[in-house]
Structure formats: structure tokens, C-alpha cells
């Protein structure tokens, strides 16, 4: 398994856009890709899961993988694209404060993530 991280501490430079194309040209090339959206303004899951309904992104997605309260083959949905994505969603907004007190569940984050590779 390959790991790509598309990162930047700024906004605006065009993270989202360079992920997405970076994901279906992955895919376009009989890769298996797991799209992984971590910003509370959720632009990469709106491109993938646009269909969904918000309450049912909102309901099962990253902030419920790093929280510890869901694993996270019961989160990644399948696209029509072929690229499976961790939905972010505003909820992910309140996550810092919560690891604030406890940062256990985000250090367990990349082992929970390899298992289902």
C-alpha cells in the first residue's frame, strides 16, 4: 500500500482539486484509492458524494473513524467513479477540542487505517 498525502498548512492553493484529480487518475490507472477528506469543508467528499444526503455523510465518516466511535470500513463509501472516500463533514470541526483531552484516538489513527488496505 502507497500512502499520498496532499497537505499544506494554507488555504487556497488548491489541496482539493490537486487530491481529487490526483484520485481519479490513480483509479484511471486500475489503482484501488481511498479517497481520505479531513477538512471540515468536506469540498473533496461534495465532489465524490455529492448524491449523498449531508445528514448521512454526516452520520458515519472521518470524525467518527478518528474519534474512536465507528470503524472505518463501516464509513468509506463507494463512488461512481471508483474511488472509495472518508466523507469529511463539519463535525470535524469540533474534533480538535475533543482530542484535546484525549489524543489516544488520533495517534491510533494509522493502524486502523492499514488494516483495511
Known amino acids: 500500500m502507497n500512502v499520498i498525502t496532499v497537505a499544506s498548512l494554507k488555504g487556497g492553493v488548491g489541496k482539493t482539486t490537486a487530491a481529487v484529480h490526483l ?3 490513480l483509479q484511471g490507472a486500475g489503482k484501488r484509492v481511498l479517497a481520505v477528506d479531513l477538512d471540515a469543508n468536506n469540498n473533496l467528499t461534495d465532489f465524490f458524494l455529492r448524491s449523498a444526503a449531508p445528514e448521512d455523510i454526516d452520520s458515519a465518516g ?3 473513524v478518528l474519534a474512536r466511535k465507528l ?3 463501516a464509513c ?3 463512488t461512481p467513479s471508483g474511488v472509495d472516500v472518508l466523507p469529511g463533514s463539519p463535525s470535524l470541526g ?5 482530542l484535546a ?3 489516544g484516538p488520533l495517534l491510533a489513527f494509522g493502524p486502523r487505517l492499514r488494516k483495511t488496505a
Open 62 to 64: 472521518a470524525y467518527h
Open 76 to 78: 468509506v463509501r463507494k
Open 23 to 25: 484520485a481519479l487518475a
Open 94 to 98: 469540533r474534533l480538535s477540542g475533543e
Open 71 to 73: 470503524e472505518i470500513t
Open 101 to 103: 483531552a484525549n489524543p
